[in-house]
């Protein structure tokens, strides 16, 4: 009888379900929507999206409905996926007319606690990006800004090889990048340098990346969770570097960090930031500016240490800047300009292994592409995996080729775009480029290396690791 009663009440709650689907997939009446799948109920396609690669998520529905545009039902949000080139190029033309910004709900439960106490906005107010407004009103991350940053940048990677790699014969490099990554995120976003501080971050900071694109749950052992107890660890830590900044500013050091202008900073009223929403937005900055730039690192390593030509090449370009400086000279700004071909080999280097695999946006307006209606309220995914190995686009694309990207045999136009192109490319571009340099500069210059494990697995799809850690074998110039 116990068995009859389960069984009947499942029956009913499927029955429910899929009629609450029935509805919502007619709910659009006469509109012409894009050819596509929401999936199953309320879940819709999320656990593809999330456990499959995305290349083969998106490359399979653009085969069987359209290369152009597909709907879909990812983490809770009905959505257009606009495809292709020509994708890219409609979605960064028309940011803010038929676009917003918009975070994914685990993201916004990660980086918006503050939301909780606040007042909510009201259905006029826009979407804004917070992060991005806060760091480039005062210009931190333009060209003269970063430029007084880069001797600290450089000097950073120095060290931090000196104490992780220096007489040791064979090494990892991922933990490396992502301890010289935070490290340098902290000091430019927060003006703190205190490595032991720092170095008790750097898994939290894992553990929040994995989370942003997850399914919400507060189980013990799922992604979200261990995300959110992360989050919170770092919360604390940092609301602890803001009253220590405060101290400081109060006592009349120098504010020349990001930190700091978030502190003393006013809206139209007078009112200051709370503490607990500038950690929010710093927390969001220093993700952002960390698992990206690790990611790169990491896989350039590998690429760079499985082809001697490519290295040689990289390093003949790094030894000319090193032998036109004077001993314990730092790099400058001019010297970065000289790094033609080492770009070129970072370029390649994101083609294979996004740091971005795409972000979402909201819809403004109803709005028709490719013959076909997407809704006000929908949200749109953009992502890089429609063309970045595609061979209409790539000569050889399964080939790591640097030289690709010469003048010449450039790809086309929104064909490689790695940070998002329009009014919302990604603010950090020129950070990360400097960042990475800096690292490849001064291990080129020091060491050459052996990737140990040709084929070693590489985990997740929104923060690819290598599953060892990607051992080398260093050998000193």
């Known amino acids: 009888m116990e068995l009859f009663l389960l069984l009947l009440s499942l029956l009913i709650f499927l029955s429910l379900a899929l009629t609450v689907s029935i509805f919502l997939r007619g709910s659009n009446g006469d509109v012409n929507l894009p050819p596509g799948s929401f999936g199953w109920p309320i879940i819709g396609e999320t656990i593809e999206f999330l456990f499959g690669k995305p290349e083969k998520f998106v490359g399979d529905r653009m085969k069987k409905y359209s290369p152009d545009i597909f709907k879909t039902k990812i983490l809770g949000e009905k959505t257009a996926v606009i495809c292709g080139p020509s994708g890219h190029k409609f979605l960064f033309s028309n940011e803010q007319k038929l676009f917003t910004a918009f975070r994914p709900h685990p993201m916004q439960r990660l980086f918006r606690s503050y939301k909780t106490t606040a007042p909510q906005p009201s259905a006029q107010t826009p979407v804004t990006n917070d992060e991005a407004k806060v760091i480039r009103q005062p210009g931190f991350l333009k060209p003269e800004a970063l430029a007084r940053f880069l001797g600290a940048m450089d000097m950073i990677t120095q060290q931090q090889l000196k104490v992780h790699w220096e007489g040791k014969s064979e090494v990892k490099a991922f933990p490396l990048s992502k301890t010289v990554t935070l490290t340098l995120a902290c000091r430019f976003f927060m003006g703190i340098d205190n490595p032991e501080r720092i170095s008790r971050l750097v898994d939290h900071f894992d553990d929040i990346t994995l989370g942003m694109h997850s399914i919400i749950s507060n189980v013990p052992g799922t992604i979200f969770y261990k995300a959110n107890k992360a989050a919170a660890a770092i919360r604390k830590e940092l609301l602890t570097v803001i009253k220590e900044k405060k101290a400081d500013i109060a006592a009349g050091k120098p504010m020349q960090d990001i930190l700091s202008h978030m ?59 090193a032998n036109s400086k004077k001993i314990g000279e730092l790099l400058d700004w001019e010297d970065m300009k ?94 990360a480029r400097l960042a990475i340099l800096t690292f490849l500069h001064n291990v080129v210059k020091k060491y050459k290396w052996e990737v140990l494990f040709l084929d070693e697995k590489v985990d997740g799809d929104m923060m690819p690791t290598p599953e060892k850690g990607l051992p080398i074998r260093l050998h000193c110039h």
Do not use: H
């Open 338 to 431: 000289k790094m033609k071909y080492s770009w070129n080999a970072i370029c390649e280097t994101m083609r294979f292994v996004p740091p971005l695999q795409g972000t979402f946006r909201e819809v403004l307006t109803d709005f028709t592409y490719a013959g076909y209606t997407v809704p006000k309220g929908w949200k749109v995914y953009w992502t890089v995996s429609t063309t970045n190995m595609n061979p209409k686009y790539f000569k050889d694309p399964e080939k790591f080729n640097p030289s690709r990207y010469d003048e010449g045999e450039a790809p086309p136009p929104y064909t490689y775009v790695p940070f998002g192109g329009g009014p919302r490319m990604c603010p950090g571009k020129e950070y």
């Open 263 to 321: 502190i003393v900073v006013t809206d139209a009223t007078g009112r200051f930031m709370p503490e607990v929403e500038i950690a929010d937005k710093i927390m969001g900055l220093l993700v952002a500016g960390y698992s990206t730039v690790a990611t790169t690192i990491t896989f350039l390593m590998k690429y760079v240490g499985e082809d001697s030509e490519i290295y040689n090449k990289i390093r003949e370009e790094q030894m000319e800047i």
